[in-house]
T-cell receptor, first 115, second 115 residues
Framework: DAGVTQSPTHLIKTRGQQVTLRCSPI?????VSWYQQVLGQGPQFIFQ???????GRGNFPDRFSARQFPNYSSELNVNALLLGDSALYLC??????????????FGPGTRLTVL | AQSVAQPEDQVNVAEGNPLTVKCTYS??????LFWYVQYPNRGLQFLLK??????LVKGSYGFEAEFNKSQTSFHLKKPSALVSDSALYFC?????????????FGGGTRLMVKP
């Protein structure tokens, strides 16, 4: 079975541009979460979506937005890019969030470099 | 607010020796605790989780972790280290009272196993 997939693998943008990152969860998983991992730090939670609704949001500015589609895939959008947005963006999927403790399975990430 | 501390940036151990990677946490309620491993240019891989019950949790690749409520710790251990265990290890916590699946990660500990 395929794991969590993310595209693109790498991305280079300049300050002020906008970027869209994509994630496909494991088949059957209905929840997708996004994390930002700055070099040398642990991942930080950005968003969680379950059944196409936002279920949680981390301490990130409004330049960050996301959505989940009917097939449970997800996009993360970042507007007006800053140098500090350079990071590895990780997507994680889990079965659901309402019942039980479902571990999150992470994709390989998208490496975003802002110049 | 919940937080995780991994006090050691790096742990060095000889192959065949036991290893311990330390983690302490802070949550308002009872915690769910996780360990993930990250290899270079890869996403996070789930190792093990503590939900309830036995304080000693066994996970993948021979790893185990011990939950200590009084010390608010969840140290990762392995009886005999392998060179292939060299990687970046992250401890994460989720508050049981959180409806969502948001994980708070520590800063990571780099494990170096030398032949």
């Amino acid at each position: 079975d395929a794991g969590v997939t993310q595209s693109p693998t790498h991305l280079i943008k300049t300050r002020g541009q906008q970027v869209t990152l994509r994630c496909s969860p494991i088949s059957g998983h209905k929840s997708v979460s996004w994390y930002q991992q700055v070099l040398g730090q642990g991942p930080q939670f950005i968003f969680q979506y379950y059944e196409k609704e936002e279920r949680g949001r981390g301490n990130f500015p409004d330049r960050f937005s996301a959505r989940q589609f009917p097939n449970y895939s997800s996009e993360l959008n970042v507007n007006a890019l800053l140098l500090g947005d350079s990071a590895l963006y990780l997507c994680a999927s889990s079965l659901e969030v309402l019942r039980g403790i479902n571990e999150q399975f992470f994709g390989p990430g998208t490496r975003l470099t802002v110049l | 607010a919940q937080s995780v501390a991994q006090p050691e940036d790096q742990v060095n151990v000889a192959e065949g020796n036991p290893l311990t990677v330390k983690c302490t946490y802070s949550v308002s309620g009872n915690p769910y605790l996780f360990w993930y491993v990250q290899y270079p240019n890869r996403g996070l891989q789930f190792l093990l989780k503590y939900i309830t019950g036995d304080n000693l949790v066994k996970g993948s690749y021979g790893f185990e972790a011990e939950f200590n409520k009084s010390q608010t710790s969840f140290h990762l251990k392995k009886p005999s280290a392998l060179v292939s265990d060299s990687a970046l290890y992250f401890c994460a916590v989720r508050d049981r009272n959180n409806a969502g699946n948001m994980l708070t990660f520590g800063g990571g500990t780099r494990l170096m196993v030398k032949p």
